[in-house]
């Protein structure tokens, strides 16, 4: 089973280049590998807007293998400094997103019946 965790927030005003070095760092790469070793959670990678389409200015996307590894994010320490070291450079006063999503293999689809329509 595999679930993509997916967040998607706006940057600081001026802090996009700080934002994108740091995420491109050997910091952010070793944070991501400590991560992935303390919930089996693995960082894919960051994914921003181009010319400015988009509902956000970027999205974080993460594999985890099961709902399990979800239950380690909140003890984990790598985690937890993945947030303060970026928390100046995303804008936290404005809407974010974040979703759980699985591929359409491993879904199951729930349709209303034709006998319940007949019903109505």
Request: glycine fraction near 6%.
């Amino acid at each position: 089973m595999s679930i993509y965790w997916v967040w998607s927030y706006y940057g600081k005003p001026g802090k996009a280049a700080e934002y994108v070095k740091w995420l491109n760092s050997d910091e952010a790469k070793r944070l991501a590998g400590q991560i992935e070793k303390e919930t089996g959670i693995k960082y894919l990678n960051t994914y921003t807007t181009i010319l400015g389409f988009g509902d956000y200015d970027a999205e974080d996307w993460w594999l985890a293998p099961g709902w399990a590894a979800l239950d380690k994010v909140r003890q984990s320490k790598s985690m937890e400094e993945w947030t303060l070291k970026t928390w100046d450079m995303i804008d936290r006063t404005r809407p974010q997103k974040s979703r759980m999503m699985r591929t359409v293999s491993e879904v199951k689809v729930i349709e209303k019946s034709e006998k319940w329509t007949e019903l109505l």
